[in-house]
C-alpha cells in the first residue's frame, strides 16, 4: 500500500514482518483513518475483544472474511471452514456482523458477501457498494496512476508522525 501512496502501517502479532520493515505500528500510535483487516478476523478465537482494541486506534474498521451461508453447512460442503490447516476458528453471519456493531455504536456496511466496514462515520450504502464494483472494473489502476508512491521517501526517511491507516 505504501507503494502505491498510501500512508499504512504494519501490525501481526502472530508473524514476521517481512515486507514493510520500518513501517511497524508502534505504541503511541492512534487516530488512523482506517483499519484494514484481511483475511483475519476467521482467525481470531475473541473478535469482540479485538474488535474493542481496534477502535481504540480508529473509528472505521474494513474487513474481509466470507459470510456464512444460510443454513450453516456441514464442514464437508464449505471450503471455508479450511479444514485441511485448521487455522479458521470464527465465523459469521450477516446478523453476527450487525450484532458486532451494535455491541461498538457503529454503523455496518457490508457487499452481503466478503467485504464489511465497520465505522462510527454515516457513509452512503449505495456509494460504498459501487466503489466495490468499480474495483472490479479499474478503479485501482485508476487510484494507483493517480497516488504518488512512497517508495522514494520511505527510503530517505523515518516513519512518519501522522499516520493515516495501517495493515
Known sequence: MRDIGFDFYWYDPYSTNLTARGFELVDGMSDFELLTCFEV??????PVKEMEKMFHLSDSILI??????????????????????GQHISFYSFATMLFMAKTFGCNLY?????????????????LFNLLLKLSRYGLFSYVKRN????????????ISSNPKSIL
Open 41 to 46: 478476523f476467521e482467525h481470531l478465537v475473541d
Open 64 to 85: 474481509s472474511t466470507y459470510l456464512l451461508p444460510a443454513g450453516i453447512p456441514k464442514p464437508e460442503n464449505w471450503w471455508y471452514y479450511g479444514l485441511e490447516h
Open 147 to 158: 497516488m504518488k508512491s512512497k517508495t522514494q521517501e520511505d527510503s530517505k526517511s523515518n
Open 110 to 126: 457490508s457487499n452481503g458477501a466478503t467485504i464489511h466496514m465497520f465505522t462510527k462515520r454515516s457513509l452512503n450504502p449505495l
